[in-house]
C-alpha cells in the first residue's frame, strides 16, 4: 500500500499516485525512437544512435530539470516492488533492443544490406515505441497498453 504523504506530494506533477513512477522518463527513450525511425532513409545518424546512452530512471531524472525530478527520484525508491520489478524488466528489455539493434544495423549496413538496414531500423522503431507504451501502462496500472479493439470498446 502506499503511504499517503507521497499520494498527496505526487499531486500536481506526473508522478502516478498509484506506481509512484513517472512516464517522463521514457522521453529519454524517445531519441531512440527518433533516430531509429530516421536512419532508415538517412543512414549517415547510425553515429547519432550509436552515441545514445542508456540511463537509468535516477540517471534520467538528476540529469533533469523537472521541477518534480528530486521527488520523482524518491518515490522510486519507494514505489510497489512488484510494480517497480515489471517497470525495471520492462526498462531492461528497452535498452537491450536499443543495444541489439545498433550492434545488427552496423553489421547490416558494413555488409551492404541496404534494404534489409531500412527494415529493421523501422520494425525496431515500432517494436521500442510498443515497448515504450507498455512501460506507460505499467506507470498507469495496466497490464499492457491498450491495443485499438479495446480502444474502441470503451466507446460503443
Known amino acids: 500500500m502506499i503511504d499517503e504523504d507521497y499520494q498527496a506530494r505526487v499531486a500536481g506533477t506526473n508522478i502516478d499516485p498509484r506506481s509512484l513512477l513517472s512516464t517522463d522518463y521514457f522521453n529519454h527513450f524517445n531519441e531512440a525512437v527518433m ?3 530516421m536512419v532508415a532513409d538517412m543512414p549517415e545518424i547510425l553515429d547519432d544512435l550509436d552515441r545514445w546512452q ?3 530512471y535516477v540517471e534520467h ?3 533533469s530539470s523537472l521541477g518534480f525530478a ?3 527520484i524518491e518515490c522510486y ?3 510497489p516492488a512488484e510494480t517497480r520489478e515489471r517497470f525495471d524488466r520492462a ?5 537491450m533492443l536499443i543495444d541489439e539493434t545498433r550492434r545488427q544495423l552496423r ?3 558494413e555488409q551492404g544490406e541496404v534494404d534489409r538496414f531500412k527494415e529493421m531500423a523501422r520494425i525496431n522503431s515500432m517494436e521500442l515505441q510498443g515497448m515504450m507504451d507498455d512501460g506507460a501502462a505499467i506507470v498507469h496500472g495496466r497490464a499492457r497498453a491498450l491495443d485499438q479493439e479495446s480502444i474502441d ?3 460503443p
Open 91 to 95: 526498462v531492461q528489455q528497452m535498452g
Open 61 to 63: 531524472f538528476q540529469d
Open 35 to 37: 533516430l531509429l525511425g
Open 107 to 109: 553489421q547490416i549496413w
Open 54 to 56: 542508456f540511463k537509468s
Open 153 to 155: 470498446a470503451l466507446f
Open 77 to 79: 525508491d519507494v514505489a
Open 70 to 72: 528530486s521527488l520523482a
